[in-house]
C-alpha cells in the first residue's frame, strides 16, 4: 500500500509539472495533411522520446504480457453503460470484464445499484419493465476497483478529474463512487487521497493497461449538436500523450489503446432522410417546418419535439441544440478522423498496439453483423445500440471483447480464446428475436415509448456539466441558424 501511494503522488507531481493548453487553438486549415501534422507533432514530443528511452531497458512490449493486475481507463462505454444507466449485471457484461475471464484473471469491479431492465415480452417494440435501484453506491465500497471508467469522461479528465467528497453525505458523482472509494474515506484522516483515474491507475502498479478514453472527447459535443465543445485537437494530444505516457514510464504495464467510433452511425443522430421515414411525410415537407435538409441529423431528444411541431401544438422549427447540421456533422467527423490519426501515429511511436474500433462500427453500419443467427444493424433495437442509442448491448459488448483480444493475440502472437458472441445473442433482450429488425421499422411510437427517457439519461452521464433539457420550439435558438430556418 505504502508503494501504492508514492506512486500516486510521484505521478500527481510529474502529471502537475506539464502544463496543458487552458484555451481553445485558432481553427484550422481544412486543406492541412493531416498525418503531416500529427507527424510534426510526434516527432517534437518530450513524452514520445521519455517512453522510448523507458521501452528500451524494460520488459514492456517485448514479452508476452501478464495479466496478473489488469486495470481498465475509459468512459461510459467502458464502465458498461446500457439503456441511460449502469448496474452490476451491465458492468458484469461489460468488454473489460469479458477479456479478464477469457485471459483468466480475477478483475474487481465498482459494482453500482443501479435500475435493471426487465423484458416483459419481445417483439417490435418489445414491452420492458424498468426495476428501481434497491440502493444507491457500490456493493463493494472497501475494495479498490481495476475497472476505472466514468462515464462522461474525456482524455483530459481521466488524467485531473477527482473525487470531491468530504463526507459520505457528498457522495454524488461517479468519480466519487469509482474513485473516491475506499481511498478517499474521511476515517482515513490524513492518508485520505484523491486521486485521478490516471493516478490511481499508476498508484496500483498494472501489468496490463486497457486504455479507451477518448470517445466523449466528440461524443459529448454530438449529444449537445454543439462542436465548439469539441476537445481541441492541442488539449487532445497533449493529454493523450501524458495520460498514455504515464502509463508506460511510471509503471511496467503492457497497454493496449482504442480509437474513436464514427460519430454518425450512432441511432441517437437520425439523419433527416430517416426523421422523414420515421414521420411518414417526404422530407422537402416538413423540412421547412422544422428547420432540416437532407444531410443534417436530429437527435433522438429532438425527435420528442417533431410531433407538437407537425400538429400545430408548437412553433417550428426545433432548436439547436438537437440539429446536428451537415456542416456540423462534417467538422465532427474531421476531429474524429484527426484524433484517430494522432493516436495511431502516437502508438506506433510508443509501441503499443491499437483497436479500430471506428473502421468496425463503420462495417458494421454498412454491412451490418452476424452473431450466430442474428443479423445486427446500428439501427434503433438493431442489437448493436441499447434503447439510449449510444451505448452498446451485451452482444455489442462481446463484439468489441473480442476486437480487443484479437489485437491481443495479433501483437502479442498469444491465442486467448474470443467471447462466444452468438451465446451472448442469443440472451440478450435487446437483440431480436423471430427474424425482425430494429431500425428499419421504427416509428415514433416505439421511440416514445422506449427511446426517449433512456436518451436523456445517456446524454446526462455523457454531459453531466453540459446538459439541460432541449429547448421549447418556441424558445430563442441557442446559436445562430443558416438561412431557410436551419443553422
Known amino acids: 500500500m505504502k508503494k501504492n501511494i508514492i506512486s500516486t503522488l510521484l505521478i500527481t507531481f510529474l502529471l502537475a509539472a506539464l502544463p496543458l493548453a487552458q484555451e481553445a487553438p485558432s481553427q484550422q486549415d481544412p486543406s492541412e495533411d493531416i498525418q503531416a501534422r500529427v507527424q510534426e507533432i510526434l516527432s517534437q514530443s518530450a513524452v514520445v522520446q521519455e517512453i522510448k528511452a523507458r521501452r528500451l531497458t524494460s520488459r514492456q512490449g517485448a ?122 474515506l474521511p476515517q482515513l484522516g490524513p492518508g485520505r487521497l484523491q486521486v485521478s483515474q490516471i493516478e490511481l491507475a499508476v498508484g496500483t502498479q498494472p501489468t496490463f493497461t486497457i486504455y479507451w478514453l477518448c470517445s466523449n472527447d466528440v461524443l459529448g459535443a454530438a449529444t449537445q449538436a454543439d462542436p465548439s465543445l469539441v476537445t481541441p485537437f492541442e488539449v487532445f494530444t497533449q493529454a493523450y500523450q501524458q495520460s498514455v505516457g504515464a502509463l508506460l514510464t511510471l509503471t511496467s504495464s503492457d497497454v493496449i489503446v482504442a480509437n474513436i467510433p464514427a460519430l454518425t452511425t450512432i441511432p441517437f443522430l437520425q439523419s433527416a432522410q430517416e426523421v422523414a421515414a420515421i414521420v411518414g411525410a417526404p422530407l422537402p415537407a416538413i ?138 445473442a442469443a440472451n440478450d433482450d435487446l437483440v431480436l428475436k423471430g427474424g425482425e429488425t430494429g431500425g428499419s421499422a421504427l416509428d415514433m411510437r416505439t421511440l416514445r415509448r422506449y427511446g426517449f427517457d433512456a436518451a436523456r439519461r445517456a446524454v446526462e452521464i455523457i454531459s453531466p456539466d453540459l446538459v439541460d433539457k432541449p429547448q421549447e420550439p418556441s424558445s430563442p435558438p441557442l446559436r445562430p441558424r443558416r438561412p431557410g430556418g436551419s443553422r
Do not use: K
Request: charged fraction near 15%; glycine fraction near 12%; charge should be negative.
Open 287 to 424: 423540412g421547412p417546418v422544422l428547420g432540416i435538409e437532407d444531410g443534417d441529423f436530429v437527435t433522438l431528444l429532438g425527435l420528442e419535439l417533431i410531433e407538437p411541431i407537425l400538429t400545430g401544438q408548437a412553433a417550428g422549427p426545433l432548436p439547436p441544440n438537437v440539429v446536428l447540421t451537415a456542416e456540423e456533422a462534417a467538422a465532427m467527423t474531421g476531429a474524429i478522423t484527426q484524433m484517430n490519426a494522432f493516436i495511431a501515429g502516437f502508438a506506433a511511436q510508443v509501441g503499443i498496439p491499437v483497436v479500430d474500433i471506428n473502421g468496425f462500427i463503420s462495417e458494421v453500419d454498412s454491412n451490418g453483423f452476424q452473431a450466430g443467427e442474428f443479423t445486427l444493424t446500428t439501427g434503433f433495437l438493431g442489437g448493436v445500440f441499447s434503447l439510449d442509442g449510444v451505448h452498446p448491448t451485451a452482444t455489442a459488448q462481446a463484439a468489441v471483447a473480442n476486437l480487443f483480444i484479437e489485437r491481443i493475440n495479433e501483437f502479442w502472437g498469444l491465442s486467448v480464446p474470443l467471447v462466444d458472441v452468438a451465446a451472448v
Open 63 to 184: 514479452t508476452p504480457p501478464n495479466f496478473l493486475n489488469m486495470v481498465a481507463l475509459g468512459d461510459s462505454l467502458t464502465l458498461g453503460v446500457r439503456s441511460g444507466g449502469v448496474n452490476e449485471q451491465d458492468q458484469i457484461e461489460a468488454f473489460p470484464a469479458l477479456i479478464s475471464r477469457q485471459v483468466g484473471t480475477f478483475f474487481f469491479l465498482p459494482l453500482l445499484f443501479g435500475p435493471t431492465i426487465e423484458l416483459v415480452e419481445p417483439g417490435l417494440p418489445p414491452v420492458t419493465n424498468v426495476i428501481p435501484a434497491p440502493d444507491v453506491g457500490r456493493v463493494f465500497p472497501l475494495i479498490v476497483p481495476q475497472n476505472l471508467a466514468i462515464g462522461g469522461h474525456n482524455v483530459l479528465d481521466g488524467l485531473v478529474t477527482r473525487p470531491d467528497f468530504n463526507s459520505l453525505a457528498e457522495i454524488d458523482s461517479l468519480e466519487d463512487l469509482i474513485l473516491g472509494l475506499p481511498l478517499n
